[in-house]
């Protein structure tokens, strides 16, 4: 089966700076690749995606990337704020109607 | 948007006693659910999928007498943790997807946070 690796773990970042979360894939069937920001004691919010036709999606201050050759996709923050504290995870699909398989998760916290 | 209703959001429960989550698909058809647990730190893992008006497929390690899911409506499904004992413990979440709008993704529920005393 599908299995995802997300690094970091922890991420600690002043405000302003930017934030880069990596993950990567084992199931080159894999086409759809979701990226989901949880706040404590709440359901995950997804919060950007990219299907495997696209290289690289854009949406204000955030980004992600895709490397189909060597299966793995980033998520990239751009003048991060304190409320982009939160836990933020990727996670993987063979397709909208597949079950996801979630990465371990990367704590991100923004410092004033 | 699509949105998923989830309750309870806490439940406490004597060890033994069964408890029922429900998710319900408000402005879509709910065609497949997905329910996950997620301990403390950790990530989200899938315990079974189930689609409208079929039985559930359950992950491997995951007890199907245990966690006996329900997903009888396009717009409704539940998880019963039957027998629950402290390492049922856990916040469940699910998450639905309606077939016939893929480009809708996956929409999760808020979470259920279950404590087994």
């Known amino acids: 089966g599908e299995n995802v690796e997300q690094h970091p773990s922890t991420l600690s970042v002043q405000e302003g700076d930017s934030a880069v979360i990596k993950c990567t894939y084992s199931d080159s069937a894999s086409n759809y690749f979701p990226w989901y920001k949880q706040e404590l004691g709440k359901g995950p919010q997804l919060i950007i995606d990219i299907r495997s036709n696209v290289g690289e999606k854009k949406d204000q201050r955030i980004a992600v990337t895709l490397n189909k050759t060597a299966k793995h996709f980033s998520l990239h923050i751009t003048e991060t704020q304190p409320e982009d504290s939160a836990v933020y995870f990727c996670a993987a699909s063979t397709g909208t109607a597949s079950k996801l398989t979630f990465g371990t998760g990367t704590r991100l916290q923004v410092t004033l | 948007g699509a949105v998923v209703s989830q309750h309870p959001s806490r439940v406490i429960c004597k060890s033994g006693t069964s408890v029922k989550i429900e998710c319900r698909s408000l402005?879509?058809?709910?065609?497949?659910m997905f329910w996950y647990r997620q301990f403390p730190k950790q990530s989200l893992m899938l315990m079974a999928t189930s689609n409208e008006g079929s039985k559930a497929t359950y992950e491997q390690g995951v007890e199907k007498d245990k966690f006996l899911i329900n997903h009888a409506s396009l717009t409704l499904s539940t998880l019963t943790v039957t027998s629950a004992h402290p390492e049922d413990s856990s916040f469940y979440i699910c998450s639905a997807i309606d077939a016939q709008k893929p480009n809708y993704g996956y929409t999760f529920g808020s979470g259920t946070r279950l404590t087994v005393v």
């Open positions: 402005d879509f058809q709910a065609t497949t």
